[in-house]
């Protein structure tokens, strides 16, 4: 057996540091990258891979209540607003048990200005489509440019039909109608929320907004139960 044959796992990693002991901070860092980078990527992916296998476990445990994106909206008040305003005033308002979930984003700013799209929007265009498709979206919020993009098409359900009469009376002056591409129809397709305190109470600016329920949503009765709260009802 040869000398290089009877070293064991400690004298190999003595060696190696030495090797790094004399070494500048620069040199240290080449040399650990070059000849380590291989167990350190799949350590690293390793990590990833199991941190989203957690978190999907985790986060599959709860039933979705509600879904909800807010497009186009820029923050300015605490970071935690909009989280407080969904996951702690309207939880409490529908008295949503603990195994539910409400979903929201806002992180999304998506234009439909040809000139200005880039790969960026592009990708949330997508993320939004998917969401649509597979029903996993109950509720936009966005400018008024934003709901006529996708109330042309037929995306949202017609409010004159679904609101309950007590609703429809309280919001009716808020109705924001959107004319089908298709049919040629005048569609009742959102609800004008600027008169209300939603901006104020969670921290986001947005013109005009405009608050829709996605024709295939699978949550309509919770998605009604928030027109309700951000109304006051």
Request: some cysteine; charged content about 25%.
């Amino acid at each position: 057996m040869t000398p290089y044959e009877d070293k064991t796992i400690k004298d190999t990693l003595r060696e190696e540091r030495n090797k790094i002991k004399n070494m500048s901070v620069k040199d240290k860092l080449w040399y650990i990258w070059e000849y380590y980078k291989i167990p350190i990527i799949i350590a690293v992916v390793s990590v990833i891979l199991i941190s989203s296998i957690g978190s999907a476990v985790y986060n599959n445990r709860f039933e979705t209540a509600l879904s909800c994106v807010i497009l186009n909206s820029s923050p300015t008040g605490e970071a935690d607003s909009v989280d407080d305003y969904f996951n702690q005033g309207f939880r409490q308002y529908i008295d949503l048990k603990e195994d539910a979930k409400i979903d929201v984003d806002y992180s999304m700013s998506p234009t439909f200005d040809e000139s200005s799209m880039n790969e960026f929007t592009y990708a949330q265009l997508a993320k939004i489509t998917a969401m649509i498709s597979s029903k996993g979206l109950d509720v936009m919020i966005g400018k008024p440019d934003t709901i006529d993009h996708f109330g042309e098409m037929g995306g949202f359900v017609d409010l004159k039909e679904l609101l309950p009469a007590d609703v429809y009376d309280k919001v009716k002056e808020n109705l924001y109608f959107v004319t089908n591409q298709e049919t040629g129809e005048e569609t009742a397709c959102g609800l004008l929320i600027g008169g209300t305190d939603f901006c104020e109470k969670t921290g986001l600016v947005i013109d005009e907004p405009v608050l829709s329920i996605m024709g295939n949503s699978t949550h309509t009765d919770t998605a009604l139960e928030l027109i309700r709260y951000v109304f006051g009802q």
